[in-house]
Nanobody
Framework: VQLQASGGGLVQAGGSLRLSCAAS????????MGWFRQAPGKEREFVAV????????HYADSVKGRFTISRDNARNTMYLQMNSLKPEDTASYLC???????????????WGQGTQVTVSS
């Protein structure tokens, strides 16, 4: 499975962005899908996950109530709607696929390249 993340950009604090993760070479309908982020000099950080078989979601405390993860299996695409963005959300955002769903990066089998999100104050 190849994953392609897009939708990043420069936005002012309080603004919104919608990230997309398009999959090819395989279906995501039976996979857990996650978003992670990584800022320069920092470790990769879990953001959100959506499990398959019911679409149960889980968020990092730092984004809960502001970000929403969703999936469109017909389009083989996952999304991350980010509202009320803060400067501390600035990072490269990566999408990933796993068997069921997890907040641990090592459990993911496939990774897309990052899309940069920069939030100015």
């Amino acid at each position: 499975v190849q994953l392609q993340a897009s939708g990043g950009g420069l936005v002012q604090a309080g603004g919104s962005l919608r990230l997309s993760c398009a999959a090819s070479g395989g279906t995501i309908s039976r996979r857990g899908m996650g978003w992670f982020r990584q800022a320069p000099g920092k470790e990769r950080e879990f953001v959100a996950v959506i499990r398959w078989g019911g679409g149960i979601t889980h968020y990092a405390d730092s984004v809960k109530g502001r970000f929403t993860i969703s999936r469109d299996n017909a389009r083989n695409t996952m999304y991350l709607q980010m509202n009320s963005l803060k400067p501390e959300d600035t990072a490269s955002y990566l999408c990933a696929a796993t068997k069921t769903g997890s907040s641990y990066p090592y459990k993911y089998d496939y990774w897309g390249q990052g899309t940069q999100v920069t939030v100015s104050s």
